[in-house]
């Protein structure tokens, strides 16, 4: 049996496999990507701060420890934790099968926060239309400045979905907090220590890249040209900007429901949980 080590280099074989034996589709499968590569990379750093053995803890503990942080220590809703669990699940039986893992149990159920009574989250759906209508306007765009811009809306948008960034976190990013070479993004908070996201997208890492090289376009020789997301005028964009932005897309993609950018952010559980509950 392979040391747990091995367990995350099994990461891009399973995720082919549920490709073709559950039909995911590209954001599934990158969420599918996501949960696992978090819990591994959230796991290496408990590894570090308390000891190598930690490792030798099964698997399903390990797991099972993780949801519980996420639920009492970040307060994810009780939908995510389940789609995260249900994810997890199908990832020990893959390993089950694959001879990695003698054998594996059911993983406890995590405990039920309380859920908002107001639903303004974006439905599966809605969220593929919103990120369409991005794409479209890109492919549409007859101007090179104008596709810059449009760059830079998808960028800060699948910042704020697939990593939940508040807004003022987003505004506060300089250029010198993300990591080309380990694709690290340091938040900067006013009120709590800083903290590190890994942009476990290919294809956002991609789109960051490019947008870095294009920001220069943007910079117009002035105060702020290391702030990550300027206006057309060089200038750092303001939270209404980021609203209207987020309104523009919303508009295009036909989705009515009142709704705001923070709800987009933690749309993501939602997303997955029910491509998830589709596929059966």
């Not at 697939?162 to 003022?168: N, V």
């Not at 702020?224 to 206006?231: A, D, E, I, K």
Request: one cysteine or more.
């Amino acid at each position: 049996m392979e040391s747990n080590r091995n367990y995350p280099n099994r990461i891009e074989d399973f995720i082919s496999t549920q490709v073709v034996s559950r039909g995911l589709d590209e954001r599934t499968a990158r969420a599918y990507r996501m949960d696992l590569e978090k819990f591994f990379f959230w796991l290496e750093d408990v590894a570090e701060i308390k000891t190598v053995a930690q490792w030798g803890v099964g698997l399903e503990a390990q797991m099972e420890t993780y949801l519980e942080y996420l639920s009492n220590e970040k307060g994810l809703r009780y939908s995510t934790l389940y789609r995260k669990q249900r994810v997890f699940g199908y990832y020990l039986a893959y390993l089950v099968s694959q001879g990695v893992l003698a054998k594996s149990r059911s993983l406890q159920p995590v405990s039920r926060p309380r859920e908002a009574s107001v639903d303004t989250l974006l439905t599966k759906r809605e969220v593929e239309a919103f990120f369409r209508a991005i794409d479209h306007e890109y492919e549409e765009l007859d101007s090179d400045f104008r596709r810059r811009v449009c760059l830079r809306d998808q960028v800060m948008m699948e910042l704020l979905f697939y990593h939940g960034l508040e807004i003022s976190e987003l505004l506060r990013l300089e250029i010198s907090d993300y990591n080309q070479k380990t694709s690290t993004l340091t938040i900067r908070r006013k009120r709590e220590k800083d903290r590190t996201e890994y942009l476990f997208s290919r294809a956002l890492q991609k789109q960051m890249s490019r947008w870095l090289s294009e920001h220069v376009y943007f910079e117009r020789g002035g105060l702020y040209h290391n702030r990550m997301f300027l206006s057309k005028l060089g200038k750092p964009l303001s939270m209404k900007m980021v609203i209207n932005i987020f309104d523009k897309y919303r508009v295009m993609a036909g989705i009515e429901k009142v709704c705001r950018p923070k709800d987009l952010k933690n749309s993501l559980g939602r997303y997955a949980e029910e491509m998830v509950r589709e596929q059966g």
